[in-house]
């Protein structure tokens, strides 16, 4: 039986769990079957939920989870994406705004980065999770969360100089 | 870049609102003398401002109905599209599978809600056991296989999962309250163990098939007219789903 509080607590995070899984991958439609395979395995465990905890750091932890078993597998096999072959075929994209920041450059330099790179960057830069929180998400003790933290920031930055440099050369 | 200095961490924790009182006072000095810090503290709100301009659009998109249809539905009817993910992992591998898999699962049985409990119970009394683990070990499975089918009530064939690199070390009696059910006890390369929990089916109804993390063990479960069966172990469920396929063929060699 759904308990309709839990459901109805369960409906109003969805728009942040959206949010997360856009984050960890880009494509929209896989991210939405991310959101729902985790709405769906928590309302088989809301018996495990822990009342006294926040509901979304519960939710996040069962969405990240799912993702990795799924990134783990799509490894397995061979999907993941080929960093030197991306880094080749550099598309000549429109030249950087702001700063190199632009949508295109932040999803791209995202996808080169290490996946527990990715996923600390956006629990903590982007969903405002706490240290605490995001080292019971991803289960690391926060000693790690700020090591990996603190990399992917500068790999992140490295990226985006080198994406917008190279960006530059091809307009030029 | 100097972001990966020890130094920079307190950076990265007051950039992310982590430091409170004399820590954060500090950092807050550092940056009234240091450019260096104020630029790396720049680049990091840079960043957060260009994630949340990428990503923030979503929340104010409608949200798909699909999604709200999921959040809305009772488990057990809803779980179906959850448990057709696990099964088409399966479905993939056998043929023959639709049997099972399109059933009427309106009528889950009590005995479904307690079947992983079952298996994990098994796998933490009898998981860890170093010399005892089984009462009949593997090299009588035949004699293993026999009683515990004349046991139980149902005759079964013991599943082979040496294709996926789990070697049967044998089996055991269990009771489950007054009827007897049998515990199969697989171990990898590695020495990780896999329990397998089969007893009759009693209620006579079959239920959908179930995968569950309970901490740090996964169970998989499903109840067939027969039979219901449940396994549990350390195993991730990428790799308990081949496992649980394997044993579901195994098992249904029987006769």
Not at chain 1, 6 to 11: G, I, T
Not at chain 1, 81 to 87: K, N, S, T
Not at chain 2, 36 to 62: C, M, P, S, W, Y
Request: glycine share 6%; with cysteine; net charge negative.
């Amino acid at each position: 039986m759904v308990h309709q509080d839990f459901a109805s607590e369960l409906v109003k995070e969805i728009p942040r769990l959206r949010r997360f899984a856009r984050g960890l991958v880009s494509d929209a439609a896989l991210a939405d079957d991310l959101v729902q395979d985790c709405v769906e395995r928590a309302l088989v465990k809301q018996h495990l939920y822990d009342t006294a905890r926040p509901l979304r750091a519960w939710l996040f932890a069962i969405l990240r989870n799912i993702h990795v078993s799924q990134w783990r597998r799509n490894q397995h096999f061979g999907v993941m994406a080929d960093v030197d072959g991306l880094e080749a075929d550099e598309p000549a994209v429109a030249p950087a705004q702001e700063q190199n920041l632009s949508v295109t450059l932040i999803t791209d330099a995202l996808d080169l980065l290490p996946q527990p790179q990715r996923e600390v960057l956006i629990l903590i830069s982007l969903e405002e999770m706490s240290y605490k929180e995001a080292a019971e998400i991803m289960g690391v003790p926060i000693g790690t969360v700020m090591s990996r933290l603190s990399r992917a920031r500068s790999n992140l930055q490295d990226l985006l100089e080198k994406r917008g440099t190279t960006v530059l050369r091809v307009v030029k | 870049m100097m972001f990966e200095t020890i130094e920079n961490w307190a950076l990265h924790a007051f950039a992310d609102g982590e430091l409170q009182g004399e820590e954060k006072a500090k950092i807050e000095a550092l940056l009234a003398t240091d450019a260096e810090a104020r630029r790396l503290l720049e680049v990091i709100r840079q960043q957060k401002a260009a994630l949340h301009k990428t990503f923030d659009g979503v929340l104010n998109e409608d949200v798909p109905q699909a999604l709200l249809r999921s959040a809305r539905h009772a488990p057990l009817a809803r779980s179906w599209r959850g448990w057709a993910v696990a099964a088409s992992v399966a479905a993939m591998l056998v043929g023959g599978v639709a049997g099972w898999t399109l059933r009427d699962f309106a009528g889950t049985s009590a005995v479904a809600e307690a079947l992983p409990q079952r298996a994990l119970d098994a796998f933490t009394v009898y998981g860890g056991e170093q010399r005892h683990p089984v009462e009949v070990n593997a090299d009588e499975k035949d004699h293993l296989q026999k009683w515990l089918s004349k046991r139980i009530g149902v005759a079964f064939t013991v599943p082979d999962l040496s294709a996926q690199g789990y070697a049967l070390i044998g089996g055991r009696l269990l009771p489950q309250g007054a009827s007897p059910a049998g515990l199969l006890m697989y171990e990898d390369a590695s020495k990780k163990r896999l329990v397998v929990y089969v007893a009759a089916n009693a209620a006579q109804k079959d239920a959908p098939f179930k995968v569950e993390q309970h901490g740090p063990l996964v169970t998989c479960s499903w109840v067939e007219p027969s039979m219901i069966y449940a396994m549990a172990g350390p195993q991730s469920e990428a790799e308990m789903l081949p496992l649980a396929q394997a044993a579901h063929q195994g098992f249904d060699q029987k006769g």
